[in-house]
């Protein structure tokens, strides 16, 4: 299901691929709010497809370049924890732009699973375990909220140039 909100308007698409959506006004005004929600199965497949959900609204919404990659990198981080260690039959990512903020919450309805316990090798270069150090490196904020219900994960990052964070930390290194 794929569902966008802007001002006064409601487009419902099926999800295939691409989200086919009307176009709305670029870029929205400080007392605009504007939402983007999609819902798959939590499959390895969603991973793709919500991070081009992510960006595709970013264009639609004239974010920029910069958000556009940190909410690609946010939600490949979020969805693929969701799919890998939630035991979840589905994955929902909200988008939503204010003008001043841009917030992307990712919700499943599962259980972590255990995590494998560290092996003495695993250090800054083991190849998984840092998704939510890099979620915060790009986030203004980030919450993880866990009940009986599921795990929801909101972060909160502010769009345009002078704004945006870029990814930083022990563990980020560009190029």
């Known amino acids: 299901m794929f569902i966008a909100t802007p001002p006064a308007t409601v487009r419902n698409a099926p999800l295939s691929g691409s989200p086919d959506v009307a176009p709305d006004r670029p870029g929205p005004t400080a007392h605009d709010t504007r939402r983007a929600l999609c819902v798959m199965p939590a499959t390895v497949e969603a991973v793709p497809s919500l991070r081009r959900f992510a960006r595709d609204t970013a264009h639609r919404w004239s974010l920029g370049e910069h958000t556009d990659e940190a ?83 909101a972060v909160t990052l502010a769009p345009g140039a002078e704004g945006e964070r870029e990814p930083s930390g022990p563990d980020y290194s560009p190029g």
């Open 71 to 153: 909410l690609a990198v946010i939600v490949t981080e979020l969805v693929t924890n969701v799919v890998r260690h939630s035991g979840s039959p589905d994955v929902a990512v909200l988008l939503t732009t204010t003008g001043r903020t841009v917030a992307v919450r990712v919700q499943d309805t599962g259980r972590w699973r255990p995590r494998r316990p560290r092996l003495p090798g695993d250090g800054a270069d083991a190849c998984c375990g840092r998704g939510l150090e890099l979620v915060r490196a790009y986030a203004l904020d980030c919450a993880v909220v866990r009940t009986a219900r599921g795990t929801r994960v």
